[in-house]
């Protein structure tokens, strides 16, 4: 299986230049369960990133671009009379897929926002009394624009929650810009990447990063991790339990990829700025997010030994 998770992270590389690391953190939030939001400047290559990782994975994708004026039926769907019937019936939406992008989600009203936590939670949308189940697997990637840009609205901590983890894809090095420049338009090649890895290995990625084991000292030093988020100053709030769980989870993943059954504390570490990051403020100045220096601290000051 290594073999086709690697094979996988060079398919979508061949499309992303340069970006390995944040390719390997994609697929461990999707192998953990998790979904992603990506925050970046526009023209950085979040729309490539999710296209490309569906195709390699043979899911069905749509991609929604969010809006000021969208509405929540836009994503999830409608009922529609049927007069013939005297009936109503309900037409589903783009959200009725196995691997959504959200794009530019923070342009789209609270509103609209919240329409996705029962679908990124429960894995199922409620409408006009109605429940309906998503398919199986469901994942959401979500671009964001970073804040300082105009027309946002930041998403609430409730909804950045349901996000295992938030990256970056930041700017190319020379060389790959380079060769990106001289490929000319990557995006056409997508649909000619290959399915690296099928519906049944997914479900078996799944059951073997369950299976891989965190010693007693492991999930003493998270533990340590989570309390001095909770009880030192500078910090609004602490992790949640769920937090500590999403790292846990993702810590696992990534030892899995990376052929090992047990988790060391170096996977903990790699992983806890997309995990934490965005679930921590500042109680300085709270209107920022300020989680990754606070991660920082987590780091430096949280012996691995306790």
């Given at each position: 299986m290594q073999d086709k998770i690697d094979h996988a992270i060079e398919a979508v590389g061949s499309v992303l230049y340069g970006k390995e690391r944040q390719i390997r953190q994609a697929l461990?939030?999707?192998?953990?369960?998790?979904?992603?939001?990506?925050?970046?400047?526009?023209?950085?290559?979040?729309?490539?990133?999710?296209?490309?990782?569906?195709?390699?994975?043979?899911?069905?994708?749509q991609r929604v671009q969010f809006t000021s004026d969208m509405l929540p039926a836009d994503l999830l769907g409608v009922s529609v009379f049927d007069a013939a019937n005297a009936e109503f019936h309900f037409h589903k939406g783009p959200v009725f897929t196995?691997?959504?992008?959200?794009?530019?989600?923070?342009?789209t009203t609270p509103k609209t926002q919240s329409a996705l936590l029962e679908a990124m939670e429960e894995r199922q949308v409620t409408v006009e009394g109605s429940t309906y189940e998503l398919p199986d697997p469901f994942f959401v990637i979500a671009t964001q624009n970073p804040l300082s840009q105009y027309g946002t609205f930041p998403l609430p901590e409730s909804q950045l929650d349901r996000?295992?983890?938030?990256?970056?894809?930041?700017?190319?090095?020379?060389?790959?810009?380079?060769?990106?420049?001289?490929?000319g338009d990557v995006r056409s090649r997508i649909p000619d990447l290959p399915v690296c890895i099928s519906r049944e290995d997914l479900r078996e990625i799944y059951l073997a990063c369950e299976k891989v084991q965190a010693s007693n000292s492991l999930l003493d030093y998270l533990q340590r991790l989570v309390r001095y988020s909770r009880e030192s100053a500078g910090f609004a709030y602490g992790i949640s339990p769920r937090g500590a769980?999403?790292?846990?989870?993702?810590?696992k993943t990534w030892a899995y990829m990376h052929g090992r059954q047990y988790v060391v504390p170096e996977d903990l570490q790699t992983l806890?700025?997309?995990?934490?990051?965005?679930?921590?403020?500042?109680?300085?100045?709270?209107?920022?997010?300020?989680?990754?220096?606070?991660?920082?601290?987590?780091?430096?000051?949280?012996?691995?030994?306790?």
């Open positions: 461990t939030c999707l192998f953990a369960h998790g979904h992603l939001l990506i925050e970046d400047l526009p023209g950085m290559g979040k729309t490539t990133l999710a296209h490309a990782l569906a195709q390699v994975l043979g899911l069905e994708y196995q691997l959504l992008l959200a794009d530019e989600i923070n342009r996000f295992l983890m938030r990256i970056e894809l930041g700017y190319p090095e020379p060389e790959a810009e380079r060769e990106l420049l001289r490929g769980l999403a790292l846990l989870r993702s810590a806890i700025k997309p995990v934490f990051g965005h679930r921590l403020r500042s109680a300085e100045d709270y209107a920022e997010h300020g989680g990754l220096a606070l991660v920082q601290r987590l780091l430096s000051e949280v012996d691995v030994v306790g």
